[in-house]
């Protein structure tokens, strides 16, 4: 089957920057401006972010019930797969093939971009593919040849869609893969009913495992405690008569929010499943807080904060201004350096606000070409350009009625869009591409940017009345380097979120205080990340792993940075050497067998990169 995107355009796209929207469609578009902003290497031959063998199995017990709901319905494609020449996966949220069944042959040829089971596919690590780009749009989307970005994939064609839990929760993703010269459209039909047949298992495992948990709570449930049941995603399934009698829509609501409604947790006891060994739940016991004289039950309390708070004097001062703003509609701008949590402030401001109950909707304006900016923001009319979808689109503004909308690295957008974005905020109204009739919005608008707004509108290349407009009531949100005594609040809130229950040793956090975070909370929670899978088990004196970890994002002091002199691919080979140093613990061997290159020439760039 021939591609819609032929091999000058990519060509053309990887060398220049520059393509033909009429020639691609959108979501390729997206996904190609996604991957040049992250510098994915378009020249990639294989694969290269494995998991050992242990994380593998660990990977696999941490997906356990997807595992169970999908190998029944992949293990039926065996045969189909095989007299297709073509194979069927199965994907976890992370980008991980967990299973690979079908034909011997092109499993093999597969094989040969380390295509296989325990690599992780995503749009980061390989560029855009069908795997990575349902991840990212939780979309099912077919890419064939050269639309794929890297020329790993060049000679395959991929279809995938994704797997979501009832609550809308991304779970998975399934993909079908052959040559390229064996692709089908039925591909897509085919991914997307193997898909809906795994979320129907999965839905049925759901209401079994929901059976169980109220049946080992049900004679807890009649008496008159304030009790609460959660499933194991922290989702509230059942209450109390006494709860159930104040707060009658709880179901779905998370465990964190019960404090919305003047309740704290006393006690908290996790429920096993019939089978043993299996968490399926927890059982909160809880009380309310002192009531008002009024009130026959406490209000809600009047702060909420779904992160951490942490303990600095910096950060209680953005709760601080948080809570003054939040309950008003004056426009918000967050301004602070990358990876500082711009958006969990954001989100605060409107879960305290009064358009709670209303969407959140985010949108970062840095990694969408300006070319889809106006149709993603206002929307567009049917037949407003080919390619429209019928009935047309809504915007991120119009998404956002009733709610609040985040628009992350205002900083970026072009000068003719401010123009545009302008008159909405004026005017609060929307008129979407190629459409005729204006749309009343009622919006709250939140801002955010790493750079210095008020030196770009004295310089000319923000407009002012736009700044102005935005700059209501600005927010610095400080970098974690000034606020390191948060740093144990952050770790302990990271192992909360991903199940990690372990006792980080205070040599650890001592270490990570020490660093400074150029990359700030983001780049923690990814080194938190890779010491999860390095060393999920924390032993005391081992805090030699954290140096190891933080070893190749810490700057020599009296060195130029090594990447100023670098051009792109010299920088990905970098990457690349650091990668499998970290994955061979240093052993500089096993580093270059791991990236299939002569010894002599992973000294020599050794030598060249400073590593």
Request: proline content about 5%.
């Given at each position: ?10 060509k053309r796209f990887v060398s220049e920057g520059v393509l033909d929207p009429s020639r691609i469609s959108k979501r390729i578009i997206e996904s190609w401006h996604r991957c040049k902003n992250k510098q994915v290497d378009p020249y990639l031959q294989k694969g290269r972010h494995f998991l050992t063998k242990e994380s593998f ?175 194991e995603k922290g989702r509230v399934v059942a209450v109390s008569r006494d709860l159930r009698w104040h707060i009658p829509d709880y179901r779905e609501l998370k465990r964190e929010q019960l404090v919305r409604h003047g309740l704290k947790e006393k006690m908290a006891s996790v429920i096993v499943a019939s089978d043993p060994n ?80 209303g969407p959140f909707i985010a949108l970062n304006c840095g990694a969408l070409p300006e070319e889809l900016m106006e149709s993603e923001l206002f929307g567009y009319a049917e037949g407003a350009f080919t390619g429209a979808k019928r009935g047309g689109h809504k915007g991120k503004f119009e998404q956002a009625q009733g709610g ?208």
């Amino acid at each position: 089957m021939q591609s819609v995107c032929y091999l000058s355009t990519w060509k053309r796209f990887v060398s220049e920057g520059v393509l033909d929207p009429s020639r691609i469609s959108k979501r390729i578009i997206e996904s190609w401006h996604r991957c040049k902003n992250k510098q994915v290497d378009p020249y990639l031959q294989k694969g290269r972010h494995f998991l050992t063998k242990e994380s593998f199995q660990q990977q696999k017990e941490k997906n356990k019930l997807l595992l169970q709901a999908a190998l029944p319905a992949l293990k039926r494609m065996d045969r189909m797969m095989a007299e297709l020449e073509a194979v069927v996966l199965l994907i976890d949220p992370s980008g991980y093939v967990l299973s690979i069944v079908g034909n011997k042959k092109v499993k093999y040829e597969a094989k040969r971009i380390n295509f296989t089971e325990g690599v992780r596919w995503t749009e980061e690590e390989v560029g855009t593919n069908a795997i990575g780009t349902a991840l990212q749009t939780k979309e099912a989307i077919m890419i064939s040849g050269s639309e794929h970005y890297s020329v790993a994939s060049h000679n395959w064609s991929c279809a995938a869609a994704p797997i979501h839990s009832r609550e809308g929760e991304l779970l998975g993703v399934i993909d079908i893969s052959c040559p390229v010269d064996r692709a089908h459209p039925f591909m897509l039909g085919m991914v997307a009913s193997i898909a809906r047949e795994v979320e129907k298992e999965l839905s049925v495992q759901a209401h079994k495992q929901e059976a169980d948990l109220l049946n080992q709570c049900a004679h807890l449930l009649d008496g008159g405690s304030l009790i609460a049941v959660c499933n194991e995603k922290g989702r509230v399934v059942a209450v109390s008569r006494d709860l159930r009698w104040h707060i009658p829509d709880y179901r779905e609501l998370k465990r964190e929010q019960l404090v919305r409604h003047g309740l704290k947790e006393k006690m908290a006891s996790v429920i096993v499943a019939s089978d043993p060994n299996r968490v399926i739940g927890t059982c909160l016991y809880l009380q309310a807080v002192e009531k008002s004289p009024e009130s026959d039950f406490p209000e809600a309390p009047s702060f909420y904060f779904e992160g951490t708070a942490g303990s600095s004097r910096s950060f209680q001062q953005i709760l601080e201004d948080v809570k003054r703003v939040a309950p008003t509609d004056a426009s918000v701008c967050l301004f602070g350096e990358t990876g500082t949590g711009k958006e969990v402030i954001a989100r605060a401001l409107h879960d305290n606000s009064k358009r709670r109950n209303g969407p959140f909707i985010a949108l970062n304006c840095g990694a969408l070409p300006e070319e889809l900016m106006e149709s993603e923001l206002f929307g567009y009319a049917e037949g407003a350009f080919t390619g429209a979808k019928r009935g047309g689109h809504k915007g991120k503004f119009e998404q956002a009625q009733g709610g609040t909308i985040f628009l992350d690295e205002i900083g970026e957008i072009s000068p003719a869009m401010q123009v545009k974005l302008l008159r909405v905020l004026q005017e609060r109204k929307v008129t979407p591409v190629g459409g005729m009739k204006e749309i009343e919005l009622d919006v709250r608008i939140v801002a955010a940017t790493h750079r210095d707004l008020r030196r770009l509108a004295e310089e000319g290349t923000f407009r002012k009345d736009l700044y102005y407009r935005l700059h209501v009531y600005p927010i610095y949100v400080p970098p974690l380097r000034e606020r390191k005594e948060d740093i144990p609040h952050l770790v302990r809130h990271y192992c909360e979120q991903h199940h990690w229950r372990v006792r980080v040793p205070e040599e650890y956090i001592q270490r990570l205080k020490q660093y400074d975070w150029p990359g700030n909370i983001r780049e923690l929670f990814n080194v938190l990340e890779r010491l999860r899978i390095s060393s999920p088990l924390l032993e005391p004196g081992e805090f030699y792993i954290v140096d190891k970890l933080l070893a190749p994002n810490a700057r020599q002091p009296d060195a130029e940075p090594v990447s100023c002199k670098l051009n792109v691919r010299e920088q990905i080979q970098k990457e690349l050497m650091m990668e499998a140093l970290r994955k061979t613990q240093g052993n500089v061997s096993e580093a270059a067998k791991l990236l299939d290159m002569p010894r002599s020439t992973f000294y020599r760039r050794l030598q060249r990169f400073n590593l």
